[in-house]
């Protein structure tokens, strides 16, 4: 990944209070917030190497906020099934100068980093983060204790295993209910830890350890999750589950992407996370003015 010094912003520590403003002020809402995927990563399943130079970075950034983006959440490790774990050091290197220089462009814009390593988080909420997107639901050492002390924000998400063994093992008792007390579990840890209820988010994990059954069933029971009382937000964007039931391949997956945010519209506070976010932010407005006119 190149990186020309005359881009990069200078290194400052995180401003709590204007971290704070960018995290309250998505809400309220009158339809789901849509999260754009940055991937700095060579080996993405939807997109890999695209974004993984620093420019090509940065011009992806600036596509999706164009297409409507509320917020930008930007991973340097792939986390589809198989994934091969990337060391700290390397992921610092393919995030922090991209948060760094999307904060210095668009200071407005809300910012995810995408990670479960406390390093990596605390370096790229210095960088201008606003929010930790966590795959494993904070379950290193230290994540909230920090995301608590940066005014931030935390996603938690289910995931069974880890991105290399999370599809060995798809079958639950009571996918909904399992999935769903388990959430309920970490975000009481989260709000322990001192990270304010509406800054805890919580994401069912579309395809992380779930069968074609459990993601339809967990995406049908969106509402329920959302009734623990904490913003929630879902990932289907590309999936292999949609392959599998539509035959689509994977550049051919954003009608049934869409199909699977429908779920969202009329939540109060629901987040999707997308690739493609003009296609989302415009199925959003027609799906939540269709709703407000069913009432």
Known sequence: MTQHASTRAPHREADASEGLSRIDRLWPRAKPLVMGILNC???????GGRSFEFDDSLQHAEDLIAGGA???DVGG???RPGADLVAFA?????VVPVITEIRKRW????ISVDTSKVVVAKASLAAGADLVNDVTAA???GMLELVARSNAGIVLMHMRGEPRTMQTDTTYDNVVAEVHEH????????IAAGIPAQRVWLDPGIGFGKDDDGNLALLAALPDLAAVGHPVLVGPSGKSFIGRLTGAKIG????????ALLPTVGIDRAVVRVHDTAAAVQFLEIASQLHEASL
């Open 90 to 94: 390397e992921e610092l290197r393919r």
């Open 139 to 141: 379950s290193a050492d």
């Open 107 to 110: 200071p407005d814009i809300a």
């Open 183 to 190: 959430l309920r579990c970490r975000a009481a840890a989260a």
């Open 41 to 47: 990563t060579p080996d993405s399943f939807a997109d």
């Open 77 to 79: 490790e792939s986390t």
């Open 70 to 72: 509320d917020i930008i």
């Open 252 to 259: 051919d997956r954003i009608p049934g992407t869409l199909a």
